[in-house]
């Protein structure tokens, strides 16, 4: 692979760990305001769906790290 190509996953990689983090972000704030609300209100659907998503975007979060460690390792 050529370093363009490189550059250019690498460029997708950031852009990746930045949605991933902003995401994960949103999806904590969403679980905390939930986790506001008194007890009988709470809506134990809501906080798995918000604690699943955080799950999956922590995963891609850790899989771009891992590609863009790779990536620049290469283009070293």
């Not at 679980?31 to 809506?43: D, G, M, P, T």
């Amino acid at each position: 692979m050529n370093n363009r190509k490189k550059y250019n996953q690498l460029f997708e990689m950031i852009s990746i760990l930045s949605f991933s983090n902003r995401s994960i972000g949103l999806w904590d704030n969403q679980r905390y305001k939930e986790c506001k609300k008194n007890k009988n209100k709470v809506s134990i659907d809501y906080l798995y769906k918000s604690e699943k998503n955080t799950r999956k975007y922590l995963e891609l979060r850790a899989k771009a790290k891992n590609k863009i460690d790779k990536l620049i390792y290469s283009l070293l």
